[in-house]
């Protein structure tokens, strides 16, 4: 139920972001550890290439509303069995300008993380949580139209097991994002 009430404000929050005067959209490239299991063997510690998109209205100096689809990271333990959580997500963005082309910036909303799991050994199934989501970061103003982003995110994520439970974790992305004002 939640994931309808989410993908129904979406639904009518994006149109209204990108037909406005302070839209603005970007994509976004990073690495991303969705702080969950596979299995109970040993994970695999790297960090995994994670991309996305984004679109966003800017409502005053200080203060923009966002919608974002992105990866939030992939393991893989020892079997060679996979989990993958991707987040759609609707987070306030606070905005504190620094200088005229440097800004400091913070998110706080909601996330819907869908991970799946794969593999030889596996359940093969997936699951979705819908969380707190929040970042910080920096936003440099290249001009008018064109900014550049630095971010560190954290969302509330979900991997179910053999037994049907579930378990939650924490996902965690470092992103480089580039955003287009129109």
Known sequence: MKKIAVLALLSIALPAFAASEGG??????GSGKPGLT???????TSSS????GFVGYQYSKNLAAEVQYGG???STDVAGNATKTDALSLTAVGLLPLTDKLELIGK???ANAKT???GPTATNTSISRTGLTYGIGAQYNVNRDVALRMELNRYAVA???AAGGKTNGNGTTANAEALYKF
């Not at 603005?24 to 490239?29: H, P």
């Not at 290439?49 to 996305?52: A, E």
Request: glycine share 18%.
């Open 159 to 161: 991997t179910g097991n």
């Open 24 to 29: 603005y959209a970007g994509i976004s490239l």
């Open 38 to 44: 596979p299995t109970a063997l040993t994970m695999s």
């Open 49 to 52: 290439f994670i991309y996305g």
């Open 108 to 110: 706080l909303g909601l």
């Open 116 to 118: 799946t799991v794969s």
């Open 72 to 74: 939030v990271g992939k």
